[in-house]
């Protein structure tokens, strides 16, 4: 019981801590917004390139990168998509490795070889990294329903497309399923600018 009461009094102490304009839900005749997608409001969102394109994983890729990152998008749709469609979008994947083996297994070489020209001794370690990258990019919690929905669209185009014309089914497909987290972060960029001017406005009647 001493260590619930301590817990509860913990908890008041966190909450009158927390900023009054973070407390703040109303009171003014407004409310404060809220991080779309369940979000939080310190979420880190890639900065907008030269392009006008978010500046993600997946930015300014070769034909050879593009088509290692649909394949790992894809692996973490079957590991991570956890619906009604679960045993069909794994049963796709492993179909689609098998279609295109030989295409994945030249783009892996590929990538690895402009690591090893591009790090030296040290391109291993640097690969892995930026691969941990790639996975996490395609796990973001906030767009994973709309990502696995593309996710499942695209294997099962990839079941209907020649192994040959796997680089340009990738080339199409890597935007695709990127797509789902970029429109995330418009949200998020477009909450912030609110939340910008929500506590502007709780500024001036504070006055």
């Known amino acids: 019981m ?5 817990g509860a009094a913990a908890l008041v102490g966190i909450v009158c801590a927390v900023p009054a304009h973070a407390q703040y839900r109303g009171g003014q005749g407004f409310d404060r917004p809220l991080p779309p ?30 088509a290692w990152h649909v394949r790992a998008a894809l692996n973490v749709a079957a590991l991570g998509c956890r619906d009604v469609a679960e045993r069909e979008t794994v049963a796709a994947y492993n179909a689609m490795l ?7 297994a ?3 070489a590929a990538v690895k070889g402009q690591y ?11 690969h892995d990294r930026d691969m941990t990258r790639v996975y996490n990019f395609f796990a ?29 089914f990738a080339a199409d497909a890597l935007p695709r399923l990127e797509a789902p987290f970029t429109d995330f972060y418009r949200d998020y960029d477009a909450w912030r600018a609110a939340d910008l001017a929500w506590r502007g406005q709780l500024a001036s009647l504070q006055r």
């Open 106 to 108: 030249a783009a892996d």
């Open 140 to 168: 973001q919690p906030p767009a994973q329903a709309g990502f696995c929905r593309v996710a499942r669209d695209v294997l099962a185009e990839a079941g209907r497309v020649a192994p040959e014309q796997f680089a340009a």
């Open 98 to 104: 098998g279609r295109h083996r030989a295409s994945l």
């Open 2 to 6: 001493k260590t619930l009461i301590w």
């Open 116 to 126: 090893r020209v591009r790090y030296g001794a040290g391109w291993d370690s640097r």
């Open 37 to 66: 997608a369940g979000s939080v409001p310190n979420q880190l969102i890639p900065a907008i390139a030269a392009d006008g394109r978010y500046d993600t994983v997946n930015h300014n890729l070769s034909r050879d990168q593009t």
